[in-house]
């Protein structure tokens, strides 16, 4: 909100009857109060602090260059490639896109990563089995989390 038009909202509060006044729009907040001494308080948009990322020891491999990284158990593990949350199916009501010991065809989609209000397809880069999924459904995650436990075919 402008200026001005705070201006004018105290204008119009003064020279009507009204001792209180609030007006609740978007993120902002304003409060005008009239008595024996007028207060006026304006709140500014209350932004939620953006985390910061914390300085600890990275234990992860060095700079995964392949989707889905394979281990010494002939595992493949497909990684979350942002940050966000996971769903498993694409609506509450939805049955899963897929469930442990399914067969997936590359390219089929495996779940998604809801990243500030995008929902992103994680799509399998292979054909393969799943063997475990990772994650709980809305659950959150960050960049390089396994979300699934697969075996190539």
Avoid: H, W
């Amino acid at each position: 909100m402008e200026m001005k038009d705070i201006k004018t909202l105290i204008k119009l509060v003064t020279e009507s009857d009204i001792t209180e006044f609030e007006l609740e729009q978007d993120e902002e907040r304003i409060f005008i109060k009239r008595g024996s001494q007028e207060v006026i308080q304006v709140a500014a948009p209350a932004y939620a602090p953006m985390p910061q990322p914390v300085a600890s020891p990275v234990v992860a491999p060095l700079a995964p260059t392949a989707p889905a990284a394979a281990v010494a158990d002939g595992y493949e593990r497909i990684p979350s490639p942002i940050v966000g949350t996971f769903y498993a199916a694409p609506s509450p009501e939805s049955p899963p896109y897929v469930k442990v010991g399914d067969v997936v065809e590359a390219g089929q989609t495996l779940c998604i990563v809801e990243a500030m209000k995008l929902m992103n397809e994680i799509e399998a880069e292979f054909k393969c089995k799943v063997v475990e999924i990772v994650k709980a459904n809305a659950e959150p995650v960050e960049y390089g989390d396994v979300l699934f436990v697969v075996e190539k075919i």
